[in-house]
């Protein structure tokens, strides 16, 4: 089974994006990047920023494969107070909000030639009921129509929500008809909820990409694989009945204690699970 090595620049959150911590993703043998739409890190806001990583995208080997769609809309992480980019808010307003704020992410895509956005619903106390679906459905109806043009594709991620367990994203897309949305499968919060198999025995061949890191399900810690307590036999078992193969997503903590020089082999190695 060939499978697309992808590297979530989560890992370099607290440092401003630049050609040489993507360089450094092709080193380690990733062969595709997603970017984290978070403003300190991608300032998506900025054209001159876009077209600066635009520019630097096309002439190397190494792909744009998705976007991350913003969680805040300042350049603090909500540090300072800012509101979370939040689809599924009981008040109207901060749901447009949260559109138009995606919207602007999604623009990035004119320079920088990504095919894929993972999409969050919600936040951990959003609950599933009628209100949420019909949030759901209309953000990603709306999302869904503004990225088409752009060539991008959306991937719903499941969360830590009860909005966004397996069973309802499926019911989610399947009222909608939302057909073209993909899933993208976070195997540490699936851990953290109803199980790695249950997620992937759900989601089946939806999966377009995995967010692969480890924990040891009691908190969300964005750990390398092998460090938490998920069964990665297991996973890599059921990964490869996908098919298509979906996109393996290295989305580690940019906290985890490990020198610059040694995360190549971290990296490699993380990536050879699924050999």
């Known amino acids: 089974m060939t499978i697309l090595r992808v590297l979530s620049t989560h890992l370099f959150l607290n440092h401003r994006l630049h050609p040489g911590l993507l360089e450094l993703a092709g080193r380690a043998g990733a062969q595709a990047v997603e970017i984290f739409a978070a403003r300190q890190h991608f300032d998506y806001r900025s054209r001159e920023t876009v077209r600066e990583l635009g520019a630097w995208f096309q002439s190397s080997e190494l792909k744009p494969f998705s976007m991350h769609a913003p969680l805040y809309p300042d350049l603090e992480m909500g540090r300072a107070g800012a509101p979370t980019v939040n689809l599924l808010h009981p008040e109207k307003a901060r749901r447009i909000d949260a559109m138009d704020e995606i919207k602007r992410a999604l623009e990035a895509a004119e320079y920088i030639p990504f095919t894929n956005l993972v999409v ?15 949030f759901a459905l209309t953000a990603l109806e709306h999302l869904g129509a503004f990225a088409r043009p752009l060539g991008v594709r959306l ?16 019911q989610t897309l399947t009222l909608g008809h939302l057909d073209q949305v993909g899933i993208c499968l976070d195997l540490g919060h699936a851990h953290l909820t109803v199980g790695t198999t249950e997620a992937l025995t759900t989601f089946g061949n939806r999966v377009a990409s995995l967010h692969v890191h480890d924990n040891h399900a009691i908190r969300d810690e ?35 204690p490990q020198q610059p020089s040694e995360l190549p082999a971290r990296i490699a190695q993380a990536f050879a699970l699924f050999d």
């Open 155 to 170: 991937l719903v991620e499941n969360l830590l929500n009860d909005a966004t367990t397996p069973e309802h994203l499926i």
């Open 120 to 134: 969050h619903l919600g936040e951990r106390s959003d609950g599933w009921s009628q209100h949420t679906l019909e």
């Open 222 to 256: 964005h750990l390398w694989p092998g460090e938490g307590s998920i069964d990665w036999p297991s996973v890599t078992q059921a990964v490869q009945k996908i098919e298509p193969a979906p996109a393996l997503v290295l989305e580690l903590s940019q906290h985890l």
